[in-house]
């Protein structure tokens, strides 16, 4: 018969990794090769039916996190469970396509939580701290994106203004970063730019001034990572001669408001009220 010890670490190692299953749902998240899919159905054949072999299996497989990319490619690890885990710690490889130096980064900080969580299930603690470290290195990358960003500010000053006010309405999947967020009013406010942003699933950003300023705004939220977006529709109309920009602007204001996560009525409410119905529908694929 199997020891009673050797049979309560099988089970909590298949418990956890039906934990890994459940909080990645996302096909394609939690994988496993043929060879480790059939050792991992052994595995729970052997605790449903314990035999008079001693559990020797050492279960292993592939974690991706689906929407976290770096150089385009998503980050992951694959680990392997020895026959004493968890009293003994897993070994994890990093899976990530980007250059050496960022991979020993995540591999650090994955380390570092497989030594902090030692002697207790830890696969999802060690994949948090993957999380959170390879979140760091892309804010990193995007705050070098925001300064390039920035030196494009003393051409907007020297630049003679538009005889143009241009409007758009760009979707996103979804706008939850809060470092986006940031930059999404700052950089309205620095290009005078009137409207409304709805963060949450899905993101919409409804703007509008000089037409230069409004390609600016685009052209900058290009530079961060979004798991989709897209401009999908826009508005040029021409400044009467005399007429400031201010005064040909539907929204008031001077810059973005922020709305809540679940404002979507209120954008639709303001764009209507300001005349720009059809923009937001055009943002959110409705026909009228």
């Not at 314990?50 to 974690?63: A, E, I, M, R």
């Not at 050496?100 to 980064?105: S, T």
């Not at 009013?185 to 409207?195: D, F, H, V």
Request: negative net charge.
């Amino acid at each position: 018969m199997e020891r009673k010890s050797d049979a309560q670490l099988l089970q909590r190692q298949l418990d956890e990794i039906d934990a890994l299953a459940a909080t990645f749902p996302e096909p394609g998240a939690v994988r496993f090769t043929p060879a480790e899919e059939s050792l991992l159905a052994a595995s729970k054949q052997r605790i449903a039916h314990p035999g008079p072999n001693t559990y020797q299996s050492q279960l292993s497989g592939s974690v991706t996190l689906i929407d976290l990319q770096i150089d385009g490619a998503p980050v992951g690890l694959h680990f392997t469970l020895p026959h004493d885990y968890p009293d003994c710690p897993p070994r994890i490889q990093v899976q990530c396509a980007a250059g050496r130096h960022i991979h020993e980064q995540l591999t650090h900080a994955v380390q570092q939580a497989v030594d902090q969580y030692q002697g207790s299930e830890c696969l999802l603690l060690i994949l948090d701290a993957l999380q959170g470290e390879a979140s760091k290195v892309l804010d990193e990358a995007q705050q070098h994106a925001v300064e390039r960003s920035q030196g494009s500010q003393d051409k907007l000053e020297a630049k003679v203004p538009s005889s143009q006010i241009g409007r758009r309405s760009i979707w996103f999947h979804h706008i939850k970063s809060l470092t986006k967020r940031k930059h999404i009013l700052e950089w309205a406010k620095e290009l005078r730019l009137a409207g409304y942003s709805k963060p949450g699933y899905p993101g919409v950003i409804i703007c509008e001034g000089l037409e230069e300023d409004a390609n600016e705004f685009v052209h900058r939220l290009r530079q961060l990572r979004w798991k989709a977006m897209a401009v999908r529709g826009e508005e040029q109309e021409a400044l009467q001669q005399g007429h400031s920009l201010d005064s040909a602007r539907k929204f008031s204001g001077h810059q973005i408001v922020e709305l809540d996560e679940g404002g979507l009525s209120e954008l639709a409410s303001a764009c209507k009220a300001a005349g720009l119905e059809p923009l937001f529908l055009t943002a959110m694929k409705i026909s009228k």
